[in-house]
């Protein structure tokens, strides 16, 4: 009984500290809207004959010194309040995601809150607001109008990793006034790499509240709204009726169809980006009549063709050049600059060190969700529709049956039983060179897909080997692994179609979730990568 009345103190604490940093928001956007009336009341004033102020309507007249005394009592306290909040928020940041699972159960499966209140109307800036923004404001294609609209503006960003991290900073230090963040990931070790919102303290929390907490101590006056759970059929439409423009910073097929098809039904703008190895690439969809992302991309890829960073690698700032991007094309939309890349994608090459314009086609007049006469009229289920699931871990494929696939703890029961066999590891050379179990033959599956001669003879030389130590009656069994148990299903493929003539009598399996299981259920000394 003590520890379940102690879980819902917690809770209610939890509870209690939500509404209280909500309230420091809505305050500190009071705050600013404060400071602009008085000083257009301050401006409005007219001196008097005998030089004593005359009341406005909006200000009652003083009697004594001690109302004077009192107003500047109160900017006083303004100003004490502002410090005390930009302190709250950073220890919020550093308290709020303990006990992040019972927190989120609160709020809902998703995480998501119910409609936001609109922002604001603005007519003027502060004189901390034109300090702070100062060295844009004197841009003729920004200017004090330019800034207000940011002011005005939400903007909802799928995915606070690599491409959402470098985006949302320049969006909350640019001034924008409501930055939506979603992400149902945590932060992981290897995602420091390249997401720049996030430190070694933040691992195993929420990204989206750790992007939350590391934006509020750059710009304390941006209102921020981390949902923490992943964007789906059920909600995307809701919540992105409720910003100005949206950013996919997302890597997963589904994802990107879902964003797409729900900014479409908005009408919403969907600045979309993307990196993968050294290369990026950035477009605006459903713009000023522009095509969305189903006039290029019709259908999806097959499952086992799409690469992601888990697979293929990135280099960090290549994400970091493609998020500031987006964020440029943003702030251009928003402020009412008007996007560059309505009808082209840019194509970055970080080798090169080359940008291209590639035109796009026009609008499709028969697009499945865009088009004259839509077939798509509300959200789907979009892993069904890709064939894929809306992550962005590495995928799991299936493409051999269970009989032909093996666990970890089954071969390394047969490697401790001396089982005669051949380990082969079919990863790239230059994942090979990271880590490898030394026991096994590594011949690039690519090598195996292009019937290479050399590699073909090294693995029939060291099958000749192991069939040494057997009955040659008996098929030589040949356990084939990857990194994560995909690559090594295609190279299973290929070795079972291989002349028995030339190969003799061979039983080709994998083994499943590949050298990251083998790290994570065998060998904790084993890198991961």
Known sequence: MAGAAAARLRAEIRRRERELRGLRERLAAELARGDTAEQEEDGERDEGACGARQPSAAEPARGDAGDAEDEDGARGLRERLAAELARGDSGDADEEDEDDEEEEEEEGALGFPAELPPLPARSALSAAEILRYSRQLVLPELGVRGQLRLARSSVLVVGCGGLGCPLAQYLAAAGVGRLGLVDHDVVETSNLQRQVLHGEARRGRPKARSAAAALRRLNSAVQYVPYRGALR?????????????????????????????????????????????????????????????????????????????????????????????????????????????????????????????????????????????????????????????????????????????????????????????????????????????????????????????????????????????????????????????????????????????????????????????????????????
Not at 234 to 254: E, H, K, W
Not at 339 to 356: H, K, N, Q, W
Not at 408 to 432: S, T
Request: charged share 25%; hydrophobic share 35%; glycine share 8%.
């Open 233 to 529: 059929p059920r909600s995307a439409l809701r919540l992105v009726r409720q910003y100005d423009i949206v950013a996919d910073c997302s890597d997963n097929v589904p994802t990107r169809y879902l964003v797409s098809d729900a900014c479409v039904l908005a009408g919403k703008p969907l600045v979309s980006g993307s990196a993968l190895r050294l290369e990026g690439q950035l477009a605006v969809y459903n713009y000023r009549g522009g095509p969305c992302y189903r006039c290029l991309f019709p259908e999806p890829p097959p499952p086992d063709t799409v690469t992601n960073c888990a697979d293929g690698g990135v280099l960090g700032v290549v994400t970091g050049i493609i998020g500031c991007m987006q964020a440029l094309e943003v702030l251009k939309i928003a402020s009412g600059m008007g996007s560059s890349f309505g009808g082209y994608m840019l194509m970055f090459d970080a080798l090169e060190g080359r940008f291209r314009n590639i035109k796009l086609r026009p609008r499709k007049a028969d697009c499945a969700v865009c088009g004259d006469n839509p077939s798509v009229t509300c959200l789907q289920d979009y892993e069904a529709f890709c064939g894929s699931s809306a992550t962005d871990k590495c995928r799991a494929l299936r493409l051999l049956p269970s009989g032909d696939r093996v666990s970890v703890q089954q071969y390394k029961e047969l490697l401790d039983a001396r089982v005669p066999h051949v380990l082969l590891d079919v990863r790239p050379q230059v994942e090979a060179e990271i880590c490898r179990l030394q026991h096994a033959l590594h011949i690039p599956l690519r090598s195996l897909e292009e019937k290479d001669e050399q590699a073909l003879q090294r693995l029939q030389k060291r099958i000749c080997e192991e069939k040494q130590r057997t009955d040659d009656q008996t098929p030589l069994p040949v356990y084939v692994v990857c990194k994560l148990g995909n690559d090594s299903q295609k190279a299973v493929k290929i070795l079972q179609e291989l002349p028995a003539e030339e190969f003799g009598s061979v039983l080709a399996k994998d083994i499943k979730g590949g050298l990251m299981a083998w790290a994570t259920k065998i060998d904790s000394t084993f890198p991961q990568y």
